[in-house]
């Protein structure tokens, strides 16, 4: 896999060519450009994304399955995108990642972890050391453009006949890119 860049979607023109006539094209449309459309009466693809609480897509009713989790991690998943596909009949998946991703600074938050379990949860300390060691490598992402990419590039595989978009979501303005890798 190449190195991705990140390439902007302004315009209609802006759009990677495989993206062209699929769910991921409407997608950036509705969201970047304020397309409107009516509501939809199944869902067109998945959006996988990260939890984070400060992005919010603008999207027609009922047009996509959304799921949150954190870093975008998807592991134990693979059901429900499969389900997804098979019986919801979704033509696409988008994978979003984005900026100033706690995930991507995991590593340099075990203490606050750890006392923040303690206080708020009423764990032990120790427990709470427990839970972020053995917990803590799959979501601990570092840069979310490549870990969208590889992460795109892993489904792809999986769901060969299914475009597979991996998108960066910039918290600043609050619009998608595309992920070119």
């Not at 009466?41 to 009713?61: H, I, Q, T, Y």
Request: proline share 6%; with cysteine.
């Amino acid at each position: 896999m190449r190195e991705p860049r990140i390439v902007p979607f302004t315009v209609a023109r802006d759009l990677l060519p495989r993206y062209r006539n699929t769910p991921i094209e409407a997608l950036l449309a509705y969201h970047n450009l304020g397309v409107e459309a009516e509501p939809y009466d199944s869902a067109e693809l998945v959006v996988a994304m990260c939890m984070d609480n400060r992005k919010r897509l603008r999207l027609p009713d009922r047009f996509a399955f959304v799921v949150r989790t954190a870093g975008v991690y998807l592991e134990g998943l693979e059901f429900q995108l499969s389900f997804a596909i098979a019986v919801g009949g979704v033509g696409a998946i988008a994978l979003i990642g984005h900026d100033d991703c706690g995930m991507a600074q995991l590593k340099n938050v075990k203490q606050q972890f750890v006392e923040g379990l303690v206080e708020r949860a009423g764990w032990s300390a120790e427990d709470a050391e427990r839970h972020y060691e053995t917990s803590v490598e799959p979501f601990a992402i570092g840069d979310p453009v490549h870990s969208a990419a590889h992460q795109a590039s892993a489904l792809a595989e999986r769901y060969p006949r299914v475009p597979v978009a991996p998108l960066l979501y910039k918290v600043g303005d609050g619009l998608l890119y595309q992920i070119d890798s």
